[in-house]
Protein backbone atom coordinates (compact mmCIF):
# COMPACT_ATOMS: atom_id res chain seq x y z
CA UNK A 1 0.00 0.00 0.00
CA UNK A 2 1.44 3.49 -1.25
CA UNK A 3 1.40 6.57 1.89
CA UNK A 4 -0.93 8.67 1.23
CA UNK A 5 -0.57 11.94 -0.66
CA UNK A 6 -1.05 14.93 0.34
CA UNK A 7 -3.17 17.28 -2.77
CA UNK A 8 -0.94 20.46 -2.72
CA UNK A 9 -3.56 23.97 -3.61
CA UNK A 10 -2.63 23.63 -7.44
CA UNK A 11 -2.56 27.60 -7.59
CA UNK A 12 -0.08 27.92 -5.35
CA UNK A 13 2.71 28.22 -7.16
CA UNK A 14 5.75 29.78 -6.88
CA UNK A 15 5.41 30.78 -10.62
CA UNK A 16 2.62 32.61 -9.88
CA UNK A 17 3.86 34.59 -6.92
CA UNK A 18 5.45 37.36 -8.95
CA UNK A 19 2.26 38.38 -10.94
CA UNK A 20 0.01 38.21 -7.13
CA UNK A 21 2.85 40.98 -6.36
CA UNK A 22 2.32 43.00 -9.07
CA UNK A 23 -1.28 43.01 -8.22
CA UNK A 24 -0.48 43.70 -4.91
CA UNK A 25 1.61 46.39 -5.78
CA UNK A 26 -1.48 47.82 -8.10
CA UNK A 27 -4.49 46.97 -6.62
CA UNK A 28 -3.07 48.78 -3.27
CA UNK A 29 -2.39 51.86 -5.44
CA UNK A 30 -5.55 52.08 -7.17
CA UNK A 31 -7.76 51.51 -4.13
CA UNK A 32 -5.45 54.24 -2.15
CA UNK A 33 -5.69 56.78 -5.23
CA UNK A 34 -9.53 56.44 -5.46
CA UNK A 35 -10.28 56.50 -1.94
CA UNK A 36 -8.41 59.99 -1.77
CA UNK A 37 -10.32 61.00 -4.85
CA UNK A 38 -13.69 60.19 -2.89
CA UNK A 39 -15.00 57.39 -5.59
CA UNK A 40 -15.40 54.95 -3.15
CA UNK A 41 -14.73 54.21 0.69
CA UNK A 42 -14.06 50.55 2.69
CA UNK A 43 -16.05 51.35 6.02
CA UNK A 44 -15.13 48.00 7.29
CA UNK A 45 -11.41 47.76 7.21
CA UNK A 46 -8.62 46.64 10.06
CA UNK A 47 -6.80 49.51 10.89
CA UNK A 48 -9.21 52.04 10.16
CA UNK A 49 -6.84 54.97 11.66
CA UNK A 50 -4.00 53.88 9.77
CA UNK A 51 -5.19 52.63 6.56
CA UNK A 52 -7.60 53.92 3.90
CA UNK A 53 -8.10 50.99 2.04
CA UNK A 54 -8.81 47.22 3.05
CA UNK A 55 -5.69 45.76 3.89
CA UNK A 56 -7.23 42.42 3.98
CA UNK A 57 -8.68 42.51 0.46
CA UNK A 58 -5.54 43.93 -0.97
CA UNK A 59 -2.81 42.07 0.54
CA UNK A 60 -4.65 38.67 1.37
CA UNK A 61 -7.92 38.28 -1.35
CA UNK A 62 -6.34 39.94 -3.81
CA UNK A 63 -3.39 37.89 -4.30
CA UNK A 64 -5.16 34.53 -3.58
CA UNK A 65 -7.86 35.63 -6.45
CA UNK A 66 -4.70 36.44 -8.53
CA UNK A 67 -2.83 32.95 -8.07
CA UNK A 68 -6.34 31.37 -8.84
CA UNK A 69 -7.06 33.28 -12.14
CA UNK A 70 -3.31 33.08 -13.31
CA UNK A 71 -3.05 29.65 -12.69
CA UNK A 72 -6.51 29.20 -15.10
CA UNK A 73 -5.15 31.03 -17.71
CA UNK A 74 -2.63 29.03 -17.89
CA UNK A 75 -4.11 25.82 -18.12
CA UNK A 76 -6.40 27.48 -22.01
CA UNK A 77 -5.02 28.74 -24.62
CA UNK A 78 -5.04 32.30 -25.91
CA UNK A 79 -8.57 32.63 -26.39
CA UNK A 80 -9.49 30.63 -23.14
CA UNK A 81 -7.54 32.82 -21.81
CA UNK A 82 -9.84 36.05 -23.29
CA UNK A 83 -12.89 34.49 -22.21
CA UNK A 84 -11.54 33.78 -18.66
CA UNK A 85 -10.60 37.87 -18.32
CA UNK A 86 -13.85 39.13 -19.69
CA UNK A 87 -16.21 36.51 -17.35
CA UNK A 88 -13.94 38.16 -14.12
CA UNK A 89 -14.34 41.13 -15.71
CA UNK A 90 -18.20 41.06 -15.86
CA UNK A 91 -18.45 39.31 -12.28
CA UNK A 92 -16.54 42.38 -10.68
CA UNK A 93 -19.36 44.98 -10.80
CA UNK A 94 -21.89 41.78 -9.08
CA UNK A 95 -19.55 41.17 -6.79
CA UNK A 96 -19.09 44.84 -6.52
CA UNK A 97 -22.66 45.33 -5.49
CA UNK A 98 -23.07 42.26 -3.01
CA UNK A 99 -19.69 43.95 -1.06
CA UNK A 100 -21.61 47.14 -0.59
CA UNK A 101 -25.12 45.29 0.39
CA UNK A 102 -22.85 43.38 3.40
CA UNK A 103 -21.65 47.08 4.46
CA UNK A 104 -18.04 46.53 3.18
CA UNK A 105 -18.07 49.15 0.39
CA UNK A 106 -19.27 52.29 -0.24
CA UNK A 107 -19.23 54.04 -3.98
CA UNK A 108 -20.01 57.71 -4.52
CA UNK A 109 -22.82 59.02 -6.23
CA UNK A 110 -21.01 59.71 -9.34
CA UNK A 111 -19.51 56.34 -9.62
CA UNK A 112 -20.84 53.73 -12.21
CA UNK A 113 -20.04 49.78 -12.05
CA UNK A 114 -19.17 49.58 -15.49
CA UNK A 115 -15.63 51.11 -14.28
CA UNK A 116 -15.05 48.52 -12.39
CA UNK A 117 -15.99 46.43 -15.34
CA UNK A 118 -13.08 48.23 -17.29
CA UNK A 119 -11.21 48.84 -14.86
CA UNK A 120 -10.77 44.99 -13.95
CA UNK A 121 -10.60 44.06 -17.40
CA UNK A 122 -7.69 46.51 -17.73
CA UNK A 123 -5.86 45.11 -14.61
CA UNK A 124 -6.10 41.55 -15.69
CA UNK A 125 -4.67 41.94 -19.09
CA UNK A 126 -1.87 43.77 -17.27
CA UNK A 127 -1.30 40.69 -15.14
CA UNK A 128 -1.75 38.12 -17.68
CA UNK A 129 0.26 39.83 -19.93
CA UNK A 130 2.81 40.25 -17.14
CA UNK A 131 2.45 35.88 -16.33
CA UNK A 132 3.15 35.49 -20.29
CA UNK A 133 6.04 37.75 -20.38
CA UNK A 134 7.51 36.29 -16.98
CA UNK A 135 7.26 32.62 -17.98
CA UNK A 136 8.71 33.50 -21.72
CA UNK A 137 11.57 34.73 -19.40
CA UNK A 138 11.49 31.55 -17.31
CA UNK A 139 11.81 29.16 -19.89
CA UNK A 140 14.80 30.70 -21.29
Given at each position: ?43 LRPFPKVYSVNIIFTLIVLPICIMIFVHLTS ?66
Amino acid sequence: MQPWRKNRLTFWNKKYISSALLAVILGTYLDHTLVELGLYEFPLRPFPKVYSVNIIFTLIVLPICIMIFVHLTSQVNKWGRKGIILFVSLLVPILEKLAEELGFFVHSDSWQHIYSFFGYLLFLVIIDGFQQWAGKIRNH
